[in-house]
């Protein structure tokens, strides 16, 4: 007797997303990028669904990183300090998916560039790469909802996806990517109830649930990834079973929390134990990544083109169909 | 899975003859079903209803221990398919491929180094689980087994599948008790009759998922009582499938011929592609997952992925407590206070570490909860910091009498520094603007 892959039935599936618009709809991105859609767990076709990959977006600051360490300096150094050229880089050479840009100079502590200088910002990025971008603030409550009206203008049509709208501070965001033609998302402190609020706060202020992208706090590995694992899992056990407002696609900030780790940042003569520094680092963002993947989520924002290419081939691999026919 | 008393009901005489105890066959069952009495205190139960009984009592997935002593593995008895609804009970055994055909120093020296293959996490020490042995033809397996288990006491993995081989190593290594790996279409009986001689755990390997079920059912069916699954996924994708498959036909399906652990070998063109590939199988239910690498930069990851969706989600980890130092700390070197949740430590000292300020932490034990939610529940009080400073000796490590505690609990300072005689600095409410507290804190007096 053959053994049978036992199947579930699901009742719900993930809201599929489109972010980035291509001129005939009224942007001006050369690709787009469609992510969700899922009616099973990660990569379970057997049973259900998966129209669209997850997808990675590379992370582009504004500002020149001070503090970060050598491999991603080696990848990365001569183009810091330039946004534009730096999401070139990313889409060229490493093959970015979608771009991550942070408008980290915004921040009153890290130079309070004004809403125009954002904007110009962003109208450069958009002019020097074609994939859709995602834009986040610079986690000034206050200044960012200075910020929004602008930036959020300066895309307008573009289809970008806007970052993020909290429980005390959506509305305008959430109002500005209403008016612009942009995607909503949402984050919570990894909790999912407060995940599930902000979601009906921004939908009752007008924002349709296909527009809406879902973050909640990222944990790296060995720093809190058993969290985030699981909450993204429980997220998309709610979307499978039918729960409407916790069928967002999700996003997880990967490159910033894993090269916080020490694992990633201590050179090699601080830490002989550890191996080779690049390895483990790469590998250290790499797996955050993988576990997350496979806990649900549908965007990865990365920093490492290594670490992407790796996660990329991954990603390939499991949406592979099976060798062995059922 | 349990019964309920209504179904123990069903199974008993039904005569109501008060033997056991209890006044009526129902209110024994209901005893049972709370497991508050044990089947043997009915005489008449019969032999059908005693199996059916003890099956039902029976984890749905089997436990199996390999190796012996403090270093034993045990895997299996698992109960959910994701960590929320219980936790995921025994940690998935990491082990690292050796080949056989290396000289007897080489083998020895790759042993002892494996099993020093550990790292600290804050007082938690991981590491590799196991050592798989792997029979090169033509090598001698019996004394390669026999070097490694001198060398160390990591349990051992055998993986022959000629059964003259693994008959000499097995018997050699018994005591040791390794898992055999593995008992396949072509060699079944031989290597059944192997692991039933001595008493060893024994996997079972078919190649793809279509036949696990039997021939795990034949090797119950023969004796063997410790089995572990090999499906031999050729792709990461179907290593997926298959562990999915089995943990979901353990637990949904109560299907019992594949209620055992199962191994892994991480596939992947590159060590790195096997690391990522190797951390899917841990959080995707493998009982054993096989490496061929030990290098430490991509061991350590896995170790962490590992520890990581293993904890307990209703029991956080914890940082043990006590006094750390982070970077070449000294004694005119800043002392922060903060809580043993290991989140908010982990914070902090990544935060202490950005600052490039050598450091001391007191961790103080607040039972792994987080500082707000400690002070609310007073674990987190001038008290206990008072207690954490003296009992790690923090006098001893610093000439100063400073104190930074969390600004969250700036309302802690009077009393604080009454109880203790410190004084005492409020930091910064948020981790995050730990580095810049300490850029600015000026030179600390004796
Ligand atoms: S001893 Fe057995 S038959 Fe008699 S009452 Fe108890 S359960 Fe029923």
Redesign the pocket.
């Known amino acids: 007797m053959s053994f049978e892959m036992p199947k579930e039935k699901w009742r719900g599936a993930v809201n599929q997303v489109k972010i980035g618009a291509t001129a005939a709809e009224g942007g001006t991105r050369s690709s787009t990028v469609t992510v969700g859609g899922e009616a099973t767990l990660p990569f379970l076709d057997f049973e259900g669904d998966t129209p669209n990959r997850p997808v990675i977006a590379f992370e582009v600051l504004d500002l020149a990183p001070t503090d970060w360490p050598e491999p991603l300096v080696e990848a990365y150094g001569d183009v810091f300090g330039d946004p534009a050229a730096w999401a070139q880089k990313c889409v060229e050479q490493y093959e970015a998916d979608l771009i991550c840009l942070r408008l980290q100079s915004a921040h009153p502590d890290r130079g309070d560039s004004s809403p125009a200088q954002c904007a110009e910002t962003v109208k450069k990025v958009l002019q020097a790469v074609g994939v859709p971008l995602i834009i986040w603030g610079c986690g000034d409550n206050e200044k960012d909802n200075n910020l929004w009206p602008e930036v959020s203008q300066a895309a307008a049509r573009e289809r970008c996806c806007l970052g993020s709208a909290v429980q005390d501070n959506y509305k305008t965001i959430s109002a500005c990517a209403m008016a612009d033609g942009h995607v909503v998302i949402t984050e919570a402190p990894l909790d999912i109830n407060i995940q599930k609020q902000v979601n009906i706060l921004v939908t009752e202020m007008g924002v349709k649930p296909e527009d809406i992208i879902m973050y909640q706090v990222t944990g790296a590995l060995g720093y809190g990834v058993e969290y985030a694992y699981t909450i993204m899992e429980r997220t998309r056990l709610a979307a499978l079973g039918g729960d409407k407002m916790l069928s967002m696609p999700m996003l997880a900030i990967v490159g910033s929390e894993a090269w916080r780790a020490k694992e990633a940042r201590l050179p090699e003569e601080e830490s002989p134990q550890w191996g080779r520094r690049y390895d483990r680092a790469i590998l250290w963002e790499a797996m955050t990544a993988e576990l997350f993947l496979h806990a649900g989520t549908d965007i990865l924002v990365m920093w490492h083109p290594e670490a992407a290419r790796l996660v990329k081939e991954s990603v390939l691999s499991y949406s592979a169909a099976s060798t062995e026919s059922e | 899975m349990a019964l309920t008393a209504i179904e123990i009901y069903k199974l008993?005489?039904?005569?109501?003859?008060?033997?056991?105890?209890?006044?009526?066959?129902l209110?024994?069952?209901m005893q049972l079903a709370q497991k508050k009495a044990s089947l043997d205190?009915?005489?008449?139960?019969s032999e059908d209803a005693k199996a059916a009984l003890e099956g039902s009592a029976a984890p749905p997935i089997n436990l199996v221990t390999i190796g012996v002593g403090d270093k034993a593995l045990k895997i299996g008895n698992e109960t959910v398919l994701f960590r929320h609804e219980e936790t995921f009970h025994h940690p998935c055994g990491l082990a690292v491929l050796v080949p056989s055909d290396l000289d007897e120093a080489s083998l020895k020296q790759k042993a002892t180094r494996l099993s020093e293959l550990q790292f600290d996490r804050v007082g938690m020490i991981v590491g590799v689980d196991l050592i798989a042995l792997q029979h090169v033809p033509g090598s001698d397996f019996r004394a390669a087994a026999t070097a490694v288990a001198q060398a160390s006491n990591l349990p051992l993995i055998l993986i022959s599948d000629d059964p003259a081989a693994m008959a000499a190593a097995a018997s050699a290594v018994a005591d040791k008790r390794p898992l055999l790996y593995a008992a396949t279409a072509g060699n079944f009986d031989e290597m059944v009759k192997i692991a039933k001689e001595h008493g060893l755990p024994l996997a079972v390997r078919s190649e793809g998922i279509a036949n696990i079920a039997d021939l795990a059912a034949k090797a119950t069916a023969a004796g063997v009582s410790e089995i572990v699954l090999d499906t031999a996924p050729k792709t990461p994708k179907d290593m997926l499938l298959h562990q999915t498959a089995i943990r979901r036909a353990a637990l949904l399906k109560k299907n019992r011929q594949v209620g055992h652990p199962t191994i892994v070998f991480a596939v992947g063109d590159t060590p790195a592609a096997k690391a990522l590939n190797a951390s899917v199988a841990i959080a995707k239910y493998a009982g054993i997952v096989v490496i061929d690498f030990d290098d430490p930069a991509l061991v350590l990851p896995l170790v962490t992925a590992r520890l990581n969706i293993y904890t307990d989600p209703e029991k956080p980890i914890q940082v043990q407590p006590g006094v750390y130092a982070v970077g070449a700390a000294t004694e005119e070197s800043p002392v922060l206070v903060t809580t043993n949740f290991s989140l908010t430590y982990f914070t902090v000292e990544g935060d202490v570490s950005a600052s490039k300020i050598p450091s001391w932490i007191v961790v103080v034990d607040t039972k792994g909860t987080s500082v707000l939610t400690a002070w609310a529940a007073e674990e987190f009080t001038a008290e206990t910091i008072t207690k954490a400073v003296n009992d790690y000796d923090v006098a001893g490590r610093v000439k100063h009498r400073t104190l930074i505690i969390p600004g969250g609990v700036a309302v802690l300072s009077g009393k604080l520094e009454d109880l203790s005689g410190w004084k005492v600095l409020v930091g910064p409410r948020e981790s995050a603007g730990i580095p810049a507290f300490l850029k600015s804190l000026p030179k600390l007096a004796a």
């Open positions: 008993l005489p039904q005569t109501n003859c008060r033997e056991c105890g209890f006044p009526t066959c209110a024994f069952a205190k009915c005489p008449y139960v």
